[in-house]
């Protein structure tokens, strides 16, 4: 089984770990530092939450896949800066 999948958000495409069942991340790869797909049941009301407005700089926490500073870049943020602990998460964001 691929380790990592490509999925579909508006008009991105984004990297990350397979779709997984959250209670048992042992099962992949990725093991407990597996970045959450963009598909995950929570993804939609993440989405919500992200800025669309143009701004100067947007800072986000715990990036993840880049999903929601890829969102914020294309809506208008002028410079957006990731951030997360997980290297794991780091390396599929940049790629994104």
């Keep these: 089984v691929c380790p990592v999948m490509i999925s579909p958000v508006d008009e991105?495409?984004?990297?990350?770990?397979?779709?997984?069942?959250?209670?048992n991340r042992e099962e992949?790869?990725?093991g407990v530092d597996s970045v959450f797909t963009p598909q995950a049941p929570q993804s939609?009301?993440?989405r919500q939450l992200v800025s669309r407005r143009?701004?100067?700089r947007l800072l986000d926490l715990g990036t993840?896949?880049?999903?929601?500073?890829?969102?914020?870049?294309?809506?208008?943020?002028?410079?957006v800066?990731?951030?997360?602990?997980?290297?794991?998460?780091?390396?599929?964001?940049?790629f994104n």
């Design 54 to 56: 143009a701004c100067e």
């Design 64 to 79: 993840g896949c880049g999903l929601g500073a890829l969102i914020a870049r294309f809506a208008g943020a002028r410079q």
């Design 81 to 94: 800066t990731g951030l997360d602990v997980n290297q794991r998460a780091i390396h599929f964001a940049r």
């Design 44 to 46: 939609p009301d993440f």
């Design 28 to 30: 992949i790869p990725g």
């Design 12 to 23: 991105l495409w984004f990297a990350s770990d397979r779709a997984f069942d959250p209670d």
